[in-house]
């Protein structure tokens, strides 16, 4: 079994940066963590939850990143594999970033944007921002 925790959300203002916390333990921790692709989703009241961005890792070709159009240059997703965690750095924050952000994680991740293809979600964290 896996366990995300989340961490890091809280209220900021528009313009602001803002780092999340993924950590993961259980079956994903140590090594076997640079195994899982972890993406991060958000989601506000009445709307689907989102994709926003996904960090992989692969032997062969070290750390690589994928985000949504509307983040993109804005944040930025990075992992640290010995201590099982993944960030989302989220810089020039907007209102429109407000959401409850949950991180996911699955092997072998096709089609990132899919919430069906992750395994196992964290509990959320909350980002609002403020205008």
């Known amino acids: 079994q896996v366990q995300l925790v989340e961490s890091g959300g809280r209220l900021v203002q528009a313009g602001d940066s803002l780092r999340l916390s993924c950590a993961a333990s259980?079956?994903?921790?140590?090594?076997?963590?640079?195994?899982?692709?972890v993406g991060w989703f958000r989601q506000v009241p009445g709307k689907e939850r989102e994709f926003v961005a996904l960090s992989r890792f692969s032997a062969f070709t070290g750390a690589s990143a994928y985000y949504e159009g509307s983040v993109e240059g804005r944040f930025f997703v990075s992992r640290d594999n010995p201590k099982s965690t993944v960030y989302l750095q989220m810089h020039s924050l907007k209102p429109e970033d407000t959401a409850v952000y949950y991180c996911?994680?699955?092997?072998?991740?096709?089609?990132?944007?899919?919430?069906?293809?992750?395994?196992?979600w964290g509990q959320g964290t909350q980002v609002t921002v403020s205008s």
């Open positions: 259980g079956a994903a921790s140590g090594r076997r963590f640079s195994m899982y692709s």
């Open positions: 996911a994680a699955a092997q072998g991740v096709i089609n990132m944007d899919d919430r069906n293809e992750y395994d196992y």
